[in-house]
């Protein structure tokens, strides 16, 4: 398992060019960036105000504190992935990784990950 950007002309373009446009089309090529990518692949996107299943991603960015914009009042950015493997006893923490990445790059929401 890495966290290593893929080589070919999206990993280039992606360390280029860091403006975000808010748009799924740009998550999708941040995702793509990542050779995980290969293994979870981005099936569907939703913008949800709340979420009433169990969550199956963590956060892997813990150490990050946002006093401004409280979780209790995102939106949640719902990414759903098929796998590869499903049953790669890892598919959950390298989907925790993909929604920890856009997270970051997506303050305003909470990205969360869920397998198809």
Same mark, same amino acid.
């Given at each position: 398992?890495?966290? *290593?950007?893929?080589?070919?002309? &999206?990993?280039? =373009?992606?360390?280029?060019?860091?403006?975000? +446009? %808010?748009? %799924?089309?740009? &998550?999708? %090529?941040?995702?793509?960036?990542?050779?995980?990518?290969?293994?979870?692949?981005?099936?569907?996107?939703?913008?949800?105000? *709340? =979420?009433?299943?169990? &969550?199956?991603? #963590?956060?892997?960015?813990?150490? +990050?504190?946002?006093? &401004? %914009?409280?979780?209790?009042?995102? *939106?949640?950015? /719902?990414?759903?992935?098929?796998? #590869? $493997?499903?049953? $790669?006893?890892?598919? =959950?923490? *390298?989907?925790?990784?993909?929604?920890?990445?856009?997270? /970051? +790059?997506?303050?305003? =929401?909470?990205? +969360?990950?869920?397998?198809?």
């Amino acid at each position: 398992m890495n966290n *290593k950007r893929d080589l070919g002309f &999206i990993g280039r =373009y992606a360390s280029v060019k860091s403006m975000v +446009i %808010r748009t %799924r089309g740009e &998550i999708n %090529r941040q995702l793509q960036a990542f050779e995980l990518s290969k293994e979870l692949r981005l099936q569907d996107m939703e913008v949800l105000d *709340k =979420y009433n299943r169990e &969550i199956e991603t #963590e956060n892997l960015n813990s150490f +990050i504190d946002d006093n &401004i %914009r409280l979780d209790a009042y995102k *939106k949640i950015l /719902l990414m759903k992935f098929k796998p #590869e $493997d499903r049953e $790669d006893f890892l598919v =959950y923490d *390298k989907m925790s990784f993909l929604a920890s990445e856009i997270q /970051l +790059i997506f303050p305003e =929401y909470r990205c +969360i990950g869920a397998l198809l």
